[in-house]
């Protein structure tokens, strides 16, 4: 398992934290990754929006935009049924545009319902663990060389309880999740030597999105934070702030959470 770690008590970034940098945010058009673009966004990360839904990227690019934000980039990819070339393009496509790659949040997840994983229709299993997975481990591998360029590179994998123990009933996402984890930490410390690169997983909590919704119908949706809530625990592990901390799992400090 991965060591656990917390977010700093109180932890509010500094004023343009990301400037300068570079930073991939897979999902971008979802309740997490449109937080996490506008979050880094607004403190000077000029931000690279890959997701599905083209109207849904439009719309967190007009909101950075307005902002007053470097102008951010758009690279539309349906993770679900990408290959290993369509990544390596996108990745191409950066390195042409900014030469340059300091950050990755993984913020793309694919969940339909919690369910016995003998009831679960095979190409939800395939697709599931396609974007939870293996479209993340994929892109961080392709995105190694511009990352190892950097002099203070970091990739955020978002995870939750199932990373820690795949309960009965979580499916391909809990099953992805696990493995992710244990991904993470083997990578983690291959890179030892690499200092200038670091990979964490990050546990935000319970938020108000719409996969949450979709996991949790009954739930009262208003007594769930909402996802930018979060951002301030995220945009640490990519600043320079949490600079030598490597293969952990963190999550908000505070004292519990639901689960």
């Known amino acids: 398992m991965l060591p656990e770690a917390v977010i700093p008590a109180g932890y509010a970034p500094a004023e343009r934290l990301l400037r ?59 993770l ?3 290959t290993w ?50 479209a993340a481990y994929t892109l961080t591998r392709l995105s190694l060389p511009l990352l190892l360029r950097s002099e203070d590179a970091s990739v955020v994998f978002l995870t939750d309880p199932s990373g ?14 696990y493995a992710l984890e244990g991904m993470v930490k083997g990578w983690a410390s291959e890179l030892e030597s690499r200092p200038q690169l670091r990979l964490n997983a990050y546990d935000p909590g319970p938020l108000r999105t719409f996969l949450r919704l979709k996991g949790y119908p009954g739930e009262d949706a208003l007594n ?18 949490s600079k030598g901390q490597s293969g952990r799992r963190f999550s908000p400090s505070i004292p519990s959470r639901a689960q």
């Open 80 to 82: 679900a049924g990408a």
């Open 20 to 78: 300068e940098r570079v930073i991939l945010v897979t999902g971008a058009g979802g309740g997490v990754g449109s937080a996490a673009a506008l979050a880094c966004a607004r403190l000077g990360a000029t931000v690279v929006l890959l997701g599905r839904n083209v109207k849904k990227l439009e719309k967190v690019y007009d909101a950075i935009e307005a902002t007053g934000a470097p102008k951010p980039a758009i690279y539309p990819m349906n």
């Open 85 to 134: 070339n369509d990544m390596s393009e996108a990745l191409a496509s950066i390195e042409r545009e900014f030469g340059r790659l300091d950050g990755l949040v993984h913020a793309a997840a694919h969940f339909t319902v919690f369910s016995p994983l003998s009831d679960i229709v095979p190409r939800d299993w395939m697709e599931g663990l396609q974007v939870n997975l293996t």
């Open 224 to 241: 769930v934070p909402l996802p930018e809530t979060a951002m301030p625990g995220l945009v640490y592990l990519l600043g320079p702030d």
């Open 164 to 177: 820690r123990d795949s309960k009965a009933y979580r499916g391909a996402f809990g099953v992805a999740k």
